[in-house]
């Protein structure tokens, strides 16, 4: 069965600090992934996809960039953090294109 | 553009009541994709239901059934005797764009109390 990883859990940085986090998933090869950002309120944004090895689009221009540097691994980071990158940040993946997709457990990133 | 809307925020309910979460979908594509998301305290998103645009028949599971109706483009979720286990927020969503990206609504938050 697959399974989708993220860490650090939680991370509090200070504005102007980098980010660096880090999404894994198990048992399943060629995935899409993405990367989400649920701010205060709820509601889910999507922030970048990649449909395969070094393939990434960006949905929102910001200071976040993402890489894919394995098969199934995909990070999300930042050289340098503002106080409106807060929030909780999820990965997910999917087989494809229009099919479902899975999300991991989050981190939850504050920035003071 | 694709956009999803629920209109409830919170609800509010007391145990083994019945619970309808309304979505109203947005879509000028023919062929879609509509889902369902539970989103308990812990936070990670879990995944209920998937439901493509050919297939209007309502579906149960268990305690949860869905309503789709293409005519007033609505793809509604019921809890029948909720419990509070029950309470998380729950997001609806619709696949959009030829890239499939999820467009989620707002979420509904769900409160069961005992």
């Known amino acids: 069965s697959q399974t989708i990883h993220q860490w650090p859990a939680t991370l509090v940085q200070p504005v102007g600090s980098p980010l660096s986090l880090e999404c894994t998933v198990e048992?399943?090869?060629?995935?899409?992934l993405y990367w989400y950002r649920q701010a205060a309120g709820r509601g889910l944004q999507l922030l970048f996809y990649?449909?395969?090895?070094?393939?990434i689009s960006s949905e929102v221009p910001q200071n976040l960039s993402a890489s894919r540097p394995q098969d199934r691994q995909f990070i999300l980071s930042s050289k340098k953090l503002l106080l409106s990158d807060s929030g909780f940040y999820l990965c997910?993946?999917?087989?494809?294109?229009?099919?479902?997709?899975?999300f991991g457990p989050g981190t939850r990133l504050t920035v003071l | 553009a694709q956009k999803v809307t629920q209109a409830q925020t919170e609800i509010s309910v007391v145990e083994k009541e019945d619970v309808t979460l309304d979505c109203v979908y947005e879509?000028?594509?023919?062929?879609?994709?509509l889902f369902w998301y539970k989103q308990p305290p812990s936070g990670e998103l879990v995944f209920l239901i998937r439901?493509?645009?050919?297939?209007?028949q309502n579906e149960i599971s268990g305690r949860y059934s869905w309503n789709f109706q293409k005519s007033t483009s609505s793809f509604n979720f019921t809890i029948t005797a909720s419990q509070v286990v029950d309470s998380a927020v729950y997001f609806c969503?619709?696949?959009?764009?030829?890239?499939?990206?999820?467009?989620f609504g707002k979420g509904t938050k769900l409160s069961v109390k005992p």
């Open positions: 997910a993946w999917s087989t494809g294109n229009f099919d479902t997709q899975y």
């Open positions: 048992g399943t090869s060629n995935p899409n």
């Open positions: 990649s449909v395969g090895i070094g393939q």
């Open positions: 879509t000028r594509d023919t062929t879609y994709y």
């Open positions: 439901r493509n645009s050919f297939d209007e």
């Open positions: 969503a619709v696949y959009g764009g030829s890239q499939g990206n999820l467009i």
